[in-house]
């Protein structure tokens, strides 16, 4: 597997702005496209840490796009999403929604960029108490949002304390409520099917969007991408099965998101697709099935039939 996981890298869809299908945006990892009420959300190959693109996992596009249907289907009897199709394996057609520019991002232990803002003081910002004297990786009594700015491509997300949110704007009170009971719920469904699985959820990032006078979930929920897993069996010294793998990479070369940006070698990217491809079966029960070749002409060719 570790060969065809190399051997993909050239056939990886890095850019899906050759469609054009509408009005185009590209985020750090999604081409997305606005056709009127609905949006075509091509999930790339692309790998970003620290706020910076990295260039491209194997087949991290496909593992993306299966593993947030599946959590999308499972969670939608309890809070509602943009989830509509999915005509291809990297590929998703959801309803359009009015973006909520926060960044949710609920915790169950203390650990990455929290671990390192404790150990500052830094973590203060997020609005949230957080006990003195607590140890990495331990848990909290009950999760917590610590919450970010949704940065433009490109920048660097911030930390925002709800309060803030309210002052500027962002959302209104009643929003908010909404949003952090709407998050808090999906991190108990991800916690407790994890669990099932022999896995630990972490902390994820939720995105939200008001879309027919309802808030949706929006993005992507409980992929590798935007949530820290861990095997169950040791939560002292935690086994991890997420990109904290490529960050502590990074981390070990000098690298925290500024400046030049070490050249990743094949090996690392096939290391962590097969990392991803793991949690996608332990998650679902099933092996990812994978397509080798040319992402972008199979996409292509899908969205034609489909759109």
Avoid at 248 to 273: C, N, Q, T
Wanted: glycine letters at 8%.
């Amino acid at each position: 597997m570790k060969q065809t996981l190399i051997d993909q890298l050239p056939y990886a869809l890095a850019d899906a702005s050759s469609l054009k299908l509408g009005t185009f945006y590209q985020g750090k990892v999604r081409d997305c496209f606005t056709v009127g009420d609905r949006r075509v959300l091509v999930v790339s190959d692309r790998i970003s840490a620290f706020d910076r693109l990295l260039g491209v996992i194997p087949f991290k596009g496909e593992m993306l796009t299966q593993i947030a249907a599946f959590w999308f289907d499972r969670t939608k009897h309890a809070v509602p999403n943009h989830l509509i199709s999915v005509p291809d394996p990297q590929v998703m057609i959801a309803r359009e929604a009015q973006v909520i520019p926060v960044e949710v991002i609920v915790r169950a232990r203390l650990t990455g960029s929290l671990w390192r803002d404790y150990q500052t003081g830094a973590h203060t910002v997020y609005g949230v108490e957080i006990p003195s004297g607590m140890k990495q990786y331990q848990a909290f009594e009950k999760p917590i949002l610590t919450p970010s700015t949704k940065a433009a491509y490109g920048e660097h997300d911030l930390p925002i304390s709800p309060k803030e949110i309210v002052a500027r704007g962002i959302c209104t009170q009643q929003d908010w409520d909404d949003v952090a009971k709407k998050a808090l719920t999906l991190f108990a469904l991800g916690e407790e099917h994890a669990r099932s699985r022999g896995l630990v959820l972490v902390d994820t990032k939720y995105e939200f969007g008001r879309a027919g006078g309802e808030i949706i979930a929006v993005d992507e929920i409980h992929t590798p991408d935007c949530s820290r897993y861990w095997y169950g069996d040791n939560l002292e010294t935690p086994r991890m099965l997420d990109k904290e793998f490529l960050r502590s990479w990074l981390l070990e070369r000098g690298f925290k998101g500024d400046g030049p940006a070490p050249e990743i070698p094949a090996e690392v990217r096939a290391e962590l697709a097969s990392r991803y491809l793991e949690l996608f079966e332990l998650l679902t029960g099933a092996p990812l099935q994978i397509h080798p070749g040319a992402a972008l002409e199979r996409v292509a060719a899908n969205l034609k039939k489909a759109w």
